[in-house]
């Protein structure tokens, strides 16, 4: 074992263990007792409540390796009462392998055509996805109105993650539940035949474990294609702006990105978008 892995897996120790310290036999619903040596809860309690082996939980206290399923750690945030920065802080002592970003070939990007044609579609908001909703390519007029979404820096520029992590997205669609909610099931479709897929593995175990909105939306297992409908966005530097939003599959090489479109459903929002794209 690596000297950073020993490291790792001691802090997860120390981590569960803190946190067990935390609770009183009343979250769980047991009968306070005044035996308890030790503040907080037993390891077998915890263990029970997370529906695993004592034994099991001990080796995670323990710091040793335990490759925990992502089932396992789910329950046992719940057992600790975990809030979502908790869980995702468990999730990346417990399971380092998942980091989604580290696994993304950047290489993958689209044809120069493809790219030409996003340029060309200005004044109209366009972007490129990729096959794990990484945006790959965005014109000008997309970034002034949604932000830098092909900056990998913060969000792995993975429009999905930014859609439920940033909190000026929210702000920005005025139907965020509604757009949240379709763009979930668009990619429970769209990743349908990629379960074995370790970047979508990793991408879908950090929304769960970051996002609690995701995760509700997501078991909730609803399907969907990309409909083409009309989007309403606030803007800070213009106010409302209404879109007619479509995607589009191109053919031949780069038939494994989606190209999406925003255009100006109203002479308002043609006159605001004038009025940004020459802030």
């Given at each position: 074992?690596?000297?950073?892995?020993?490291?790792r897996l001691t802090e997860l120790g120390r981590f569960l263990?803190?946190?067990?310290?935390?609770?009183?036999?009343?979250?769980?619903?047991?009968?306070?007792?005044?035996?308890r040596r030790t503040p907080g809860l037993r390891r077998e309690e915890i263990a029970d409540a997370a529906g695993i082996s004592a034994a099991w939980y001990v080796r995670l206290e323990q710091g040793r390796d335990v490759r925990a399923s992502l089932h396992a750690l789910d329950r046992i945030g719940k057992a600790l009462r975990l809030n979502a920065p908790e869980q995702a802080y468990l999730l990346e002592l417990a399971r380092?392998?998942?980091?989604?970003?580290?696994?993304?070939?950047?290489?993958?990007?689209?044809?120069?055509?493809?790219?030409?044609m996003v340029s060309g579609l200005m004044p109209h908001p366009a972007y490129v996805l990729n096959k794990h909703?990484?945006?790959k390519a965005c014109n000008h007029a997309a970034r002034l109105l949604l932000g830098d979404l092909d900056d990998e820096a913060e969000w792995g520029a993975n429009l999905v993650?930014?859609?439920f992590?940033?909190?000026?997205?929210?702000?920005r669609f005025v139907d965020w539940p509604l757009v949240a909610r379709s763009m979930v099931a668009q990619m429970r479709l769209s990743t349908a035949a990629m379960a074995s897929d370790p970047i979508v593995e990793a991408l879908l175990a950090q929304l769960c474990a970051t996002s609690p909105?995701?995760?509700?939306?997501w078991e909730a297992a609803e399907i969907s294609e990309t409909p083409t409908w009309r989007k309403t966005l606030a803007h800070p530097l213009v106010g409302h702006l209404n879109f007619?939003?479509?995607?589009?599959?191109?053919?031949?090489?780069?038939?494994?990105?989606?190209?999406?479109?925003?255009?100006?459903?109203?002479?308002?929002?043609r006159t605001r978008l004038t009025e940004l794209l020459r802030s």
């Open positions: 074992m690596l000297d950073r892995d020993k490291v263990k803190r946190r067990r310290a935390m609770l009183a036999p009343e979250n769980l619903g047991l009968a306070p007792t005044r035996r380092p392998d998942l980091d989604w970003k580290s696994k993304v070939r950047s290489h993958e990007i689209p044809s120069p055509t493809l790219l030409a909703w990484q945006v993650v930014r859609l992590q940033d909190e000026r997205m929210r702000e909105e995701f995760k509700r939306l007619d939003f479509a995607a589009f599959s191109p053919p031949g090489p780069d038939a494994a990105f989606t190209l999406a479109i925003h255009t100006a459903s109203d002479e308002t929002t």
